[in-house]
C-alpha cells in the first residue's frame, strides 16, 4: 500500500460531480430549438439524433477533434449548415446556446459540502477533457487549478495532462489523488501517470477484475471520509 502523505486531489467532471447525460440533452435540445427559429433548412432534414451522430462520425476524421470537443461541434454545425443551405457563420451562436446549456449543471448533492470540507486541507483541481466552464457553473471557487483538454493539447489518459496539473499545484503524483468515473481514462490513465485513483462509481457499475483503483467511493461524502483514513 502506497504509504505517501496525500496533498493534493484532482477531479473529474461530467458523472463525477454531475449528471452529464441529462444536461447535454437539454443543451441538444435547446441548440434544436434554436435551429429550428434560425436555420429551419438544417432541422427539416436533421434530428438530434441525426446529429449526433453526424458528430461521431467527424470525430473519426481528425485526432484533434478527441481532444477539442468544442471544435468538433462547431466544425459539424459548420458543415451542416453549409450543406443544408444555411449560414455556416450561424455555428458562432449556435455554440453559445449549445454552451449555454451545456453548462446549466446540478451538482450532486454531496459535491459542495465535501469540497468545503476538503478545501482547507488539500489542494484540489479539475482535469477534464469537456468543455464545462467552471466559472459558469459556479464551482470555480473550490479549486486551486483547473485544466481542460482542448487547452490543454492533451486528453486524458495521456500522462502529460496529469503531470501538468500536479505541477500546477506544486505537488508530485505520488502526493496526489484523481477521482473519476471513467475506468480506462481516469482511473488507469491516472494510475498509469503515477497517481492514486479513487473511481467514482455513483451508478452501481461493476469493477472490471482487470481494473485495481485505490478505492471506490459512491459519493464526495464517502471519499472524504477515505481521505481523513
Keep these: 500500500m502506497n504509504k505517501t502523505p496525500i496533498h493534493a486531489v484532482l477531479f473529474d467532471l461530467d458523472d463525477t460531480l454531475w449528471a452529464v447525460e441529462p444536461v447535454l440533452r437539454q443543451a441538444e435540445t435547446r441548440l434544436y ?16 439524433d441525426s446529429l449526433r451522430a453526424r458528430r461521431q462520425t467527424l470525430a473519426q476524421t481528425d485526432p484533434t477533434y478527441k481532444i477539442n470537443l468544442w471544435a468538433l461541434r462547431h466544425a459539424a ?30 451538482p450532486f448533492d454531496d459535491v459542495v459540502p465535501a469540497l468545503l470540507q476538503l478545501k482547507p486541507r488539500l489542494k484540489l483541481g479539475t482535469v477534464s477533457n469537456g468543455f464545462a466552464d467552471l466559472g459558469r457553473i459556479g464551482l470555480a ?20 495532462i496529469f503531470h501538468a496539473a500536479c505541477a500546477a499545484l506544486n505537488v ?8 473519476g468515473d471513467d475506468l480506462m481514462l481516469d482511473v488507469l490513465g491516472a494510475q498509469q501517470a503515477g497517481l492514486r485513483a479513487v473511481w467514482m462509481n455513483r451508478f ?13 467511493c459512491a459519493d464526495l461524502s464517502e471519499l472524504a471520509n477515505w481521505l481523513a483514513a
Excluded at 508530485?172 to 477521482?179: D, N
Aim: charged letters at 25%; proline letters at 9%; hydrophobic letters at 45%.
Design 33 to 48: 430549438d434554436w435551429l429550428g427559429r434560425h436555420a429551419p433548412g438544417v432541422v427539416r432534414r436533421e434530428t438530434i
Design 77 to 106: 454545425l459548420t458543415a451542416v449548415l453549409a450543406e443544408h443551405g444555411e449560414d455556416p457563420a450561424l455555428a458562432d451562436p449556435a455554440m453559445e446556446v449549445f454552451t449555454i446549456g451545456r453548462n446549466a449543471v446540478t
Design 141 to 160: 471557487e473550490h479549486f486551486e487549478i483547473s485544466i481542460a483538454a482542448h487547452q490543454f493539447g492533451a486528453a486524458k489518459p495521456d500522462p502529460a
Design 172 to 179: 508530485l503524483p505520488e502526493q496526489t489523488v484523481y477521482v
Design 204 to 216: 452501481k457499475r461493476e469493477l472490471p477484475d482487470h481494473v485495481r483503483p485505490d478505492a471506490v
